[in-house]
C-alpha cells in the first residue's frame, strides 16, 4: 500500500497551479517518480512530465464519462489575462476534440503516455502541415503580448496625466504668508526625519528583498525555468490537430487480439513506441496484394451417404439413382439418358484444408542490423496472425549456404506464441543460394514425401514459398514452378523477382520509407 502512495500520491511542492484539468479525487495524479519511470519505459523525453500528469487526469474524467474537468482557474475566462486567455482557449479546444478520440492504453496514465507518443510522431511526420498552425499561434500569442503591453502603457500614461493635474491643481491655490511661514518650518523640520527615515526604510527594503528572494526559492508555486519550458512544450502540443494523431494509429492491427497478443511475447515491443512501430509495418504487409492473402482451401468431395447433396450434371451411368423422379417424365428422357444430359443430386460433403506456407529466412550477416531485424519480426507476426487463427500451417527455417536450418511448424495459437516469443533474430555470417534451398525442398517434399525433420507429407498439396532477404542471394532455379513470393529489404533481387513473376508468385522490395513491386 505504501508503494502505490509513493507511485501516486500527488507532489505537492513540485506541481503547478495553472494545470487545466482538474485534480481528482479517487484516480490521483501520477507523481513525479513515477511519471519518470513511465516516459523512461515508453522512451520518451522527461520533458513532458507535467504533460504526462496533466492527460492522465484527463483520461480519468474521461473514463468516468466526466465532463466537468476544467479547474477553478480556467472555468471564468473573462477574470484571465490575455497569455492565460490563449493557453485556455488552446487548451479547450484540444481536449473538447480529445474526448471524442480513442487512444490505446489500459489505464489513464498509460494512455496520457501513448498520447505523447502519437503526438511526437505527428509533430515529426507533419512538421510542414504544422508550420502554420505554430505560426498563426505564435501570431496570436503575440497579438496577446502586444494587447497586455499597449494596456499598461495606456495605464501608465492615464496615472502620469492624473498626477500632472493634481499638481496643476496645487499650484492654483493661494496660501496665506503665515501658512507658507509654518509650512516651511513644518518642511524643513520634517526633512531630517525623512532623510533618516529614508536611510532605514531603504535598509529595510534591502532586508524585505532579501527575504522575498529566499521565499520565493521555496516557494513551490513558483516556476522555475525548466517547468515554463515543459508547460510551453504542453502547449506546443496542444496546437497539433488530432487529425494528425489518429493518422498515425494503424487502427485494424491495434484491434486484433492476436496481433497484440504476440507483439506482448518480444522485449522489444514493451513500449508503445516500439509497439507502434511495429503496427506500421504490419498495416504495410497488409496491403502488398492478392498474392500474400492467406485463406482456407474448401474442397468439395463425393461421398456415398450425406446430408448436403449439390445437382449437377451426370458423369456417369449408375448416377441415374440420384436424379430427380420429374427428369423421367420428360419426352426424351432415354435421349438425355444416353447423352448423359440429366441433373442428378449427389451426396457431397466439404472438406477446408489449411493454407500451406514454407517461410525462408536469409541467416547471413548482412541481416544482422536492426531495421532488417524489425522487419522480419513484422513480416512474421503478420503471418502467425492467420496461424493464431487456424487459417494456415507455417514452415519456418533459416537458409544460409545453399542449406536449411531445422524447421518449426506453426499451426495453432500456442504454437504461434511460442515460436515467436523464442525466435532469434541474431544471425551469422555466410553466403545465400535461394535456388538450391527451394529445389532442395521439391526433393525431399515430392520424393521422400517428408520436410527434413517434420515428418509431413505436403507433396499433393505443393505449398507456395515466402523468402526473406537483403537481396544479395544467388536465384538459380529456371525449373521450379511452385509459387514463390519474395521479400526483399533494403535491396533488389531481379533474379528473385523474375523467379516470383514465373511462379505466379508476388515480389516486393522494401526500401526506408517505400514500398517497390
Not at 518642511?187 to 527575504?211: H, L, T, V, Y
Not at 514493451?270 to 474442397?299: C, P, Q, T, Y
Not at 511462379?503 to 517505400?514: H, K, L, R
Request: aromatic share 10%; net charge negative.
Amino acid at each position: 500500500m505504501q508503494q502505490k502512495s509513493n507511485f501516486w500520491k500527488v507532489d505537492s511542492d513540485n506541481d503547478f497551479n495553472d494545470y487545466y484539468i482538474k485534480e481528482h479525487k479517487y484516480y490521483w495524479t501520477p507523481s513525479t517518480y513515477w511519471a519518470k519511470y513511465i516516459l523512461t519505459k515508453n522512451k520518451l523525453s522527461l520533458d513532458h512530465i507535467n504533460t504526462l500528469k496533466e492527460f492522465a487526469r484527463f483520461f480519468y474524467y474521461q473514463m468516468v464519462e466526466d465532463k466537468s474537468y476544467v479547474t477553478t482557474k480556467y472555468k471564468d475566462q473573462s477574470k484571465l489575462s490575455g497569455t492565460d486567455l490563449l493557453n485556455a482557449k488552446v487548451k479547450e479546444s484540444f481536449y473538447d476534440d480529445l474526448w471524442y478520440k480513442r487512444i490505446p492504453g489500459s489505464n489513464p496514465t498509460d494512455q496520457a503516455a501513448n498520447l505523447i507518443t502519437l503526438l511526437e510522431r505527428a509533430k515529426d511526420q507533419n512538421a510542414s502541415k504544422l508550420s502554420s498552425i505554430e505560426q498563426e499561434s505564435k501570431e496570436e500569442e503575440d497579438k496577446a503580448k502586444k494587447e497586455d503591453k499597449e494596456k499598461e502603457e495606456k495605464e501608465e500614461k492615464q496615472k502620469k496625466q492624473q498626477e500632472k493635474q493634481q499638481g496643476e491643481d496645487q499650484e492654483n491655490e493661494e496660501p496665506s504668508e503665515e501658512d507658507n511661514k509654518d509650512e516651511g518650518e513644518s518642511q524643513d523640520g520634517e526633512g531630517e526625519e525623512d532623510s533618516q527615515d529614508g536611510e532605514s526604510k531603504n535598509q529595510d527594503g534591502e532586508d524585505d528583498a532579501e527575504g522575498e528572494d529566499s521565499k520565493d526559492c521555496k516557494n513551490p508555486n513558483l516556476k522555475s525555468t525548466s517547468e515554463k519550458e515543459a508547460e510551453e512544450k504542453a502547449r506546443e502540443f496542444m496546437r497539433i490537430p488530432l487529425e494528425f494523431v489518429t493518422q498515425q494509429l494503424p487502427k485494424e492491427s491495434f484491434d486484433s487480439s492476436t496481433i497484440n497478443m504476440l507483439m506482448n511475447q518480444r522485449e522489444e515491443m514493451s513500449s508503445f513506441k516500439d509497439k507502434l512501430e511495429m503496427m506500421d509495418k504490419i498495416a504495410m504487409i497488409e496491403s502488398f496484394g492478392k498474392s500474400f492473402e492467406i485463406k482456407k482451401h474448401v474442397a468439395e468431395k463425393k461421398v456415398c451417404n450425406s446430408f448436403e447433396h449439390k445437382q449437377k450434371k451426370m458423369v456417369e451411368f449408375d448416377e441415374i439413382v440420384s436424379s430427380p423422379m420429374y427428369q423421367r417424365l420428360f419426352p426424351h428422357f432415354k435421349q438425355k439418358f444416353a447423352t448423359k444430359d440429366l441433373i442428378v443430386n449427389i451426396p457431397v460433403i466439404h472438406e477446408e484444408s489449411k493454407q500451406k506456407i514454407i517461410i525462408l529466412a536469409d541467416f547471413s550477416g548482412s541481416m544482422s542490423s536492426h531495421e532488417k531485424q524489425s522487419w522480419m519480426l513484422a513480416l512474421l507476426a503478420d503471418r502467425l496472425n492467420y496461424c493464431m487463427k487456424e487459417e494456415c500451417e507455417i514452415f519456418f527455417s533459416f537458409f544460409l549456404n545453399g542449406l536449411v536450418g531445422k524447421f518449426h511448424h506453426i499451426y495453432n495459437k500456442e504454437t504461434a506464441e511460442n515460436f515467436f516469443k523464442t525466435f532469434n533474430t541474431y544471425p551469422s555470417g555466410g553466403d545465400t543460394q535461394i535456388g538450391i534451398v527451394i529445389e532442395n525442398i521439391r526433393k525431399e517434399i515430392m520424393f521422400k514425401k517428408k520436410l527434413f525433420n517434420i515428418d509431413v507429407d505436403l507433396s499433393i498439396e505443393q505449398p507456395e514459398i515466402l523468402v526473406i532477404n537483403d537481396g544479395q542471394d544467388t536465384v538459380k532455379a529456371n525449373e521450379f514452378k511452385w509459387k514463390t513470393n519474395a521479400i526483399t529489404l533494403y535491396g533488389v533481387n531481379d533474379q528473385l523477382r523474375n523467379l516470383c513473376e514465373r511462379t505466379g508468385g508476388t515480389y516486393v522490395s522494401i526500401d526506408y520509407n517505400t514500398m517497390k513491386r
